[in-house]
């Protein structure tokens, strides 16, 4: 069992670099590290790396979800500054809409 602390501790660091990276994977691999952890508490009868375990998953899935959520609120905000600064791109030459009529074509 002495080498499952370094197994532990590579997909650990390895998911949060990943996350660090801003990738889905990361947060998928630190989900993996805890149900590992969940199969070393079983295995060692040492229950408590249980509770650390689920409660590690739980933060993972609500940052997770809250990551993603800023995600969708930049790809909008994004949408919205295009719209605005590039106004020519989207509106015919010489006829300007309506004050933020521009900003409801999304």
Do not use: H
């Amino acid at each position: 069992m002495g080498y499952w602390s370094w197994i532990l501790a590579v997909i650990g660091v390895t998911g949060i670099f990943l996350v660090g990276k801003k990738t889905l994977y990361g947060w998928l691999i630190l989900l993996l590290n805890e149900c590992i952890w969940i199969a070393y508490a079983l295995a060692t009868d040492q229950y408590g790396f249980i509770v650390m375990a689920t409660a590690y998953a739980l933060v993972y899935i609500k940052s997770y979800r809250a990551w993603r959520k800023e995600e969708e609120s930049n790809k909008v905000r994004n949408r919205i500054k295009d719209k605005v600064l590039n106004r020519d791109k989207y509106v015919p030459e010489g006829k300007y809409p309506e004050k933020y009529e521009i900003l409801t074509e999304l």
